[in-house]
């Protein structure tokens, strides 16, 4: 299985080697399709503008006046980097000229606004609202989910990551059908996207099959689905191994900290003859050093744990990708070029899919403004 790993960890880094050229045409291509919808590929939006006296220009919107300042929100959108806000006082003396915007386009990125301030809880929310129906088959559970005329889930990923997932392969078909409207008019069977949450069961499932493709994900047209295999479960259970014995440390610590407290009190009974300085320096030495030590045991602790997390994080965002990357394969297939009818060129497909790959969603709104400069 070892041999296998590595050849899967050799395709993985294999799919990502890219050439830059082909990411540069692709933008072109995709210019006059993104200028329909602000916020796609990361072009202005229509904001108002502050001009300051001393030559800067703030770009976001007017949350609130007053007769000697303005609140202002003022939005940066960094060309493939994550959008991010400053809130700022502006005095009414530092202001030379304001841009305004109309009320349609106010109200719009006020919506945005507000969509990317409340971010974690609506996020909150469509993920509680994904609607996961379990089915156990071959002695493991499934979570299936299915998205209108998009595509049918189908994983063994824990429930919360299944979740998470379902509302980001949602999210990427709406951008796709936002930046590539669809054509055709009956397409085929519904896509099926299947997702492995161990890599193991990925790869025996894939040698149960005949396929000798070691891909971590890849589309099949003939049979209409994407297959991806991850190792979030099994990060899962390792995260939740470290945390049972952290606990049992924590417990042994409360432990340790009664009986370092008999030993105090037993150096305390010992030191009884000694000068009282002598005696607070020694007792302070020891209270000094068992505080440091469980100081250092609790930091330990966060550190593992929350390199554990970023492992796990790491782990998703992988499979994001790679999900964003074959999704756009089969969104091509299924309901804008068919191969039946239309030849369409390798490098078309594929560079459009690793330019998605690494599109972010921001506001509900697909931003494909940087592609990756190794590619």
């Known amino acids: 299985m070892g041999t296998t790993n590595q050849h899967l960890a050799k395709n993985m880094l ?4 890219r050439i830059a050229a082909a990411s540069s045409i692709l933008v072109c291509f995709l210019q006059p399709v993104m200028a329909q919808d602000p916020g796609i590929g990361g072009e202005v939006w229509e904001m108002e503008r502050l001009h300051l006296a001393e030559g800067r220009i703030l770009a976001g919107l007017i949350e609130t006046e007053q007769d000697a300042s303005i609140q202002f929100i003022e939005v940066h959108r960094p060309a ?5 806000l400053i809130m700022r006082t502006v005095d009414r003396d530092r202001i030379q000229a304001i841009d305004r915007v109309g009320r349609a386009a ?42 209108g005329p998009w595509f049918q889930l189908r994983t063994t990923l824990a429930e919360p990551v299944a979740r998470r997932i379902a509302v980001r392969l949602d999210q990427v078909f709406q951008a796709y059908q936002q930046v590539l409207p669809s054509r055709l008019n009956d397409p085929p069977d519904q896509l099926s996207i299947v997702i492995y949450g161990n890599r193991d069961s990925y790869i025996t499932s ?3 099959q005949g396929i000798t493709i070691l891909n971590p994900a890849f589309f099949e047209p003939s049979e209409n689905r994407v297959l991806a295999g991850c190792a979030v479960n099994e ?23 009664k009986e370092c407290q008999d030993v105090l009190n037993q150096h305390e009974r010992s030191l009884r003859n000694a000068p009282k300085t002598e005696r607070e320096r020694i007792l302070k ?9 469980k100081k ?6 966060k550190e593992i744990e929350n390199r554990n997390d970023k492992l796990l994080e790491d782990e998703i965002h992988d ?36 330019i998605f790959e690494d599109a972010r969603i921001e506001a509900d709104l697909l931003r494909i403004d940087a592609p990756d400069p190794i590619r």
Do not use: C
């Open 319 to 354: 499979l994001v990708r790679l999900l964003f990357h074959e999704s756009l394969h089969a969104y091509l297939e299924n309901f804008v070029f068919n191969r039946d009818q239309y030849d369409v060129p390798g490098w078309l497909n594929e560079g459009l899919a690793q």
């Open 235 to 257: 990060i899962l259970n390792e995260i939740q191994a470290t945390r049972e014995a952290h606990l049992k440390i924590e417990e042994q610590m409360i432990q340790w900290q």
């Open 296 to 301: 250092e045991t609790k930091q330990k602790i």
């Open 106 to 147: 106010r109200r719009q990125l006020q919506e945005r606004i507000h969509a990317y301030r409340n971010r974690a809880r609506i996020k909150a929310r469509r993920e509680e609202a994904v609607d996961l129906h379990p089915v156990e088959e071959e002695g493991q559970i499934w979570q299936v989910y299915r998205n």
């Open 285 to 293: 030495a020891l209270r000094d050093r068992w505080a440091q030590e």
């Open 206 to 208: 894939l040698r149960r």
């Open 14 to 17: 294999a799919g990502r080697l």
């Open 80 to 84: 493939g980097k994550p959008m991010f």
